[in-house]
Nanobody, 119 residues
Framework: QVQLVESGGGLVQAGGSLRLSCAAS????????MGWYRQAPGKQRQLVAI???????NYADSAKSRFTISRDNAKNTVYLQMNGLKPEDTAVYYC?????????????WGQGTQVTVSS
């Protein structure tokens, strides 16, 4: 089993910055794609950014030029640096990991961390 622990959410004013972290633990053999998704009240969960094991990234249009995803493979950790935050970025942010573990290949989600941007 793979566990994901997220941190870094909070309340920030518009224009501010936050850095989210997500650490994966357990009997992990390797991690393929790591990513961040978000879900605002009354809306579907949507992709924010993903990063592959060799560092290739993909961003939602809303995140391009403001957010940066990165990962530390030695620590099985993915980060999301969010700059220039807007009220519409308010959502619960979820970490997602595709990993090989002793249980085989799996898709894992974190518990979510709240990001609130005030105007």
């Amino acid at each position: 089993q793979v566990q994901l622990v997220e941190s870094g959410g909070g309340l920030v004013q518009a224009g501010g910055s936050l850095r989210l972290s997500c650490a994966a633990s357990g009997r992990i053999f390797s991690i393929n794609v790591m990513g961040w998704y978000r879900q605002a009240p009354g809306k579907q969960r949507q992709l924010v950014a993903i990063i592959t094991s060799d560092g290739n990234t993909n961003y939602a249009d809303s995140a391009k030029s403001r957010f940066t995803i990165s990962r530390d493979n030695a620590k099985n950790t993915v980060y999301l640096q969010m700059n220039g935050l807007k009220p519409e970025d308010t959502a619960v942010y979820y970490c997602n990991v595709n990993a090989w573990s002793q249980n085989g290949f799996g898709d894992y989600w974190g518990q979510g961390t709240q990001v609130t941007v005030s105007s």
